[in-house]
């Protein structure tokens, strides 16, 4: 069964106002998200699901929406912030979303079969998409639900211009996902990172050390795990203005009850991404030099 894409949308013009992290990064006028579908297709993606808000629906779809319908099937989830289980409601001064794993429950009537996620702003290489795609096309045999998460180097994945919020991961000797830790504030040291703990010390993270950048595989049966832990989440932050259902937390849970695990899949790949606006100049050589290798052509959709 051919696998489905879901493109976590909603949050684009958050930082920057607009839909400005889709400004031009490719020689042919092509947007990071451009070259995420473009590898999607080339690994055997059979389906794109944008998760976006419902303000943003008509500009989405004139500017961005159209440019793939004529090479994959489109479809659109909305995150609304009244999406809520019966018996909760939205705390009347909330406008803050609930989170990625909200957002991923917003799928649900549009995805019947294995599907990966990723952010419509990231970069994340075609041999970590294709790894994705392989993982998905191979039937699950396990007992348990068996996921996947593509694992980047830290040192990829690491801006030149200021800090990066990064999950950190341990794996088991199986390469099987133990644990996520979200490490904020991490800056490049060298071919390491750099970090300020909360006692105020100075913590080095090697390089080489895997992290997530929310670049996930999974099977329909999610959806229900999911959707418990959120109803579970709610209990106990209804009434917050802030709070927020994470994936890799609900993932997390999942794990440390026995309902699921997660295979890692190492990925050589060079993240980049604009989180900084600073960053655009860097994603734009990146982008460069791997269409003058020969990985991408000049325009992709030719």
């Known amino acids: 069964m051919k696998p489905t894409l879901v493109i976590l949308a909603a949050g684009l013009g958050s930082r920057y106002g ?62 609304r912030l009244d999406a809520l289980p019966a018996g909760f409601t939205v705390p009347p001064s909330r406008s803050k979303p609930w989170g990625t794993g909200h957002a991923v429950l917003a799928t649900r009537d549009e995805v019947r079969e294995p599907f990966g996620v990723i952010n419509a702003d990231d970069f994340y290489g075609a041999n970590s998409i294709a790894a994705l795609g392989r993982f998905l096309q191979e039937e699950d045999t396990h007992d348990v639900p068996t996921y996947a ?50 006692a105020g010390n100075t913590q080095i993270i090697s390089g080489d050390d895997q992290v997530s950048m929310n670049t996930w595989g999974f099977q329909p049966v999610l959806f229900d795990e999911l959707g418990a832990r ?26 440390r009850a026995g309902r699921a695990r997660v295979k890692v899949l190492p990925t050589t790949d060079r993240w ?20 003058s290798r020969g990985d991408y052509p000049r325009k992709l959709w030719d």
């Open 149 to 198: 998460m593509v694992g980047f180097a830290l040192r990829d994945t690491l801006s030149e211009v200021g800090t990066v919020n990064r999950g950190c991961c341990r794996r088991n000797a199986d390469g099987y996902l133990e644990s996520i830790v979200e490490i904020v504030g991490i800056e490049r040291h060298g071919s390491d990172g750099r970090y300020t703990d909360g």
């Open 18 to 79: 607009g839909l400005k992290q889709l400004e031009p990064v490719g020689p042919g006028g092509e947007t990071i998200m451009d070259y995420s579908i473009y590898d999607a297709i080339r690994a055997g993606f059979a389906k794109a699901v944008f998760v976006i808000r419902s303000d943003m629906e008509a500009a989405f779809k004139e500017t961005i929406g159209r440019r793939y319908e004529m090479h994959v099937p489109v479809a659109y989830a909305f995150q």
């Open 272 to 291: 980049c991404g604009v989180t900084h606006q600073e960053d655009k100049p860097r994603v734009v050589e990146m982008i460069g030099k791997l269409v």
């Open 230 to 255: 959120f109803k579970h989440f709610l209990r106990q932050n209804a009434a917050s203005e802030t709070a927020e259902f994470h994936l890799p937390t609900g993932i997390q849970e999942l794990m």
